[in-house]
């Protein structure tokens, strides 16, 4: 009998062992696979924060930077770190939870005000776009779906990086800030649409009249929603009333705001996605959801304690999305059509440029604000990558034309900061000689010049005017060299020291005063009939 108990008790114990060893081993491998996935988050989150900060301090974008950490750790960079479906799924909460704070901060009162210019701009931008598509679908013989898809591609611009260069300027508050913040937001609301048609035109079959009813029913409610909080008070949440009750007690508000502040942002979070999931449900866009719980808790009386307590989580997604979109860039696909790639996206920058300042100038505002609007929106959005993933998705968009759309797109977004200094720049030595160059003009031309109208006359006025400004600027920087010359020779101070004290401080240079400037020949003599006058 004890032979038998022990035999059983040893028996157990085997099969204990058995089992603690599997369990050990499975343990083992478990936690070498998520030790090898956290060391791949950490790298990405590490190199995502260096290269944003280093962005941050030559004033570009931060996003730029997550961009090319994604670009650097993908699968056609250095292989850290792949399209793994977590990180698609974080990377789309981040466009919800974005979509839903653009409408937290939608002012609607504000967008009212600028509504025409807004909705004409972004309306002939969505046309252009269309024509240039159609142009590059035909070299590329796309469908007539990718056609409109890729017109919807070019005709977005960046929120994000849009505001920040207007913000490094200090244009934000403006009226170059205004006037492109409110085509920026009409461009906002129309991605809404432009997702709900995108995502139904996958399949052989496409309902089109499935499609239009989609549409048609998404625009009337969000016209009616902004419509209805433009007229009427702010809104009263479901549990606007218990975080009232608790910031009623014997507490400070402050104090009260910041013990509470997880139950603010439980619930926001939980209106967003709920809504989301409605409309995913009703056949509609997820973001459509969550933009319009963002109108709804944006024109709410819980706003300003919903919005600092919602932009972290926001902040922390849209890193992640902005790293997914660097995953997403085929480094093979652009190094064997590099050409293409470089020609389409330059291409789509310089047109977008072109026809933003056209746009804005048509609808009534002056060269300057048009000029800097313009730049500012001449990249291609964020939300663009969101239209292109939808395509590729419900096959509606051919795998060629998908990374070809990504590769532009993301080109377009780390070139787009250099573009605007440089056009900027080159716009206001334009401005800069142009006035001078109008009074030579003047001289020479004084009955020609009413009655000019032709616009390659024009072009070639301003491509002389800057000219001309250059001509000018060596000019004076000759002739101050010469002063400051003059100058050491008779005061004993080096040549170098007084020419720089004679150009940073003109009027303060010895000898300056009551010399009047040399005139410049250029500008005073007559040119010959039927031949204008040139700034050498």
């Known amino acids: 009998m004890e032979e038998q108990i022990s035999g059983a008790v040893e028996a157990v114990g085997e099969v204990v062992e058995q089992a603690v060893a599997q369990v050990v081993e499975q343990a083992a491998d478990h936690g070498g696979h998520h030790g090898e996935a956290m060391v791949a988050i950490a790298i990405a989150v590490a190199v995502a924060a260096l290269l944003g900060l280093g962005f941050m301090r030559l004033r570009q974008p931060p996003l730029v930077g997550f961009i090319l950490a994604g670009l650097a750790l993908g699968p056609t960079g250095l292989g850290v770190i792949s399209t793994s ?76 990086v849009a505001m920040k260069m207007l913000e490094e300027m200090g244009e934000l508050r403006h ?88 139950l603010l942002a439980i619930g926001s979070l939980a209106l967003c996605f709920t809504a989301a999931a409605l409309s ?105 990558f969101v239209l292109a993933a939808a395509g590729f998705a419900s096959g509606a968009l051919g795998a060629d034309i998908y990374r070809l759309a990504i590769a532009v797109t993301a080109i377009s977004l780390l070139v787009s900061p250099i573009w605007f200094n440089l056009m900027q720049r080159v716009g206001d030595l334009a401005s800069e000689g142009l006035v001078s160059y109008k009074q030579a003009l003047s001289r020479a031309y004084e009955d020609e010049l009413d009655g ?39 005061s004993g101070v080096s040549p170098e020291a007084a020419a720089a004290a004679s150009i940073a401080h003109p009027e303060a240079s010895p000898g300056a005063a009551g010399r009047p400037e040399a005139a410049d020949p250029q500008e005073t003599r007559p040119a010959e009939p039927g031949k204008p006058v040139t700034g050498g």
Do not use: C
């Open 85 to 160: 479906e977590n990180v698609s799924l974080l990377a789309e909460l981040g466009v919800v939870v974005l979509l839903f704070f653009i409408g937290m901060e939608l002012s609607i009162k504000a967008f009212v005000l600028s509504l025409r210019q807004a909705a004409l701009v972004a309306s002939g931008q969505l046309v252009v776009s269309m024509v240039l598509a159609a142009a590059l679908a035909y070299v590329l013989d796309a469908s007539p779906s990718e056609v409109l898809i890729l017109g919807f591609i070019i005709a977005l611009s960046s929120t994000v």
């Open 175 to 262: 009226a170059a800030g205004r006037v492109a913040v409110g085509v920026l937001i009409a461009q906002d609301i129309a991605v809404v649409p432009m997702l709900i048609m995108v995502s139904s035109l996958g399949g052989e079959a496409i309902d089109y009249g499935g499609v239009a009813f989609k549409v048609v029913v998404a625009v009337l409610l969000l016209a009616g929603l902004l419509w209805w909080f433009g007229r009427h008070p702010k809104l009263k949440l479901p549990f606007a009333e218990a975080i009232e009750s608790i910031l009623a007690l014997d507490l400070s508000v402050l104090e009260a705001i910041e013990s509470n502040v997880d």
């Open 280 to 384: 995913g449900l009703a056949g509609l866009s997820p973001v459509y959801g969550a933009f319009l719980a963002g109108i709804a808790v944006g024109n709410s009386t819980l706003r300003s304690r919903v919005i600092p307590v919602v932009e972290p989580i926001q902040s922390i997604l849209l890193v992640v999305f902005f790293l997914s979109i660097g995953l997403l860039i085929d480094l093979d696909f652009i190094f064997a059509n590099i050409w293409l790639v470089l020609a389409a996206a330059f291409l789509v920058i310089g047109m977008k440029t072109i026809l933003n300042i056209l746009l804005l100038r048509l609808t009534g505002s002056d060269p300057k604000t048009a000029l800097i609007g313009g730049l500012s929106m001449a990249q291609i959005g964020e939300f663009s």
């Open 452 to 490: 000019v109208e032709n616009v390659m006359w024009a072009v070639r006025a301003r491509y002389r005017a800057l000219r001309f400004a250059l001509y000018q600027r060596r000019m004076r920087r000759q002739a101050a060299k010469r002063e400051a010359d003059a100058d050491a020779h008779d």
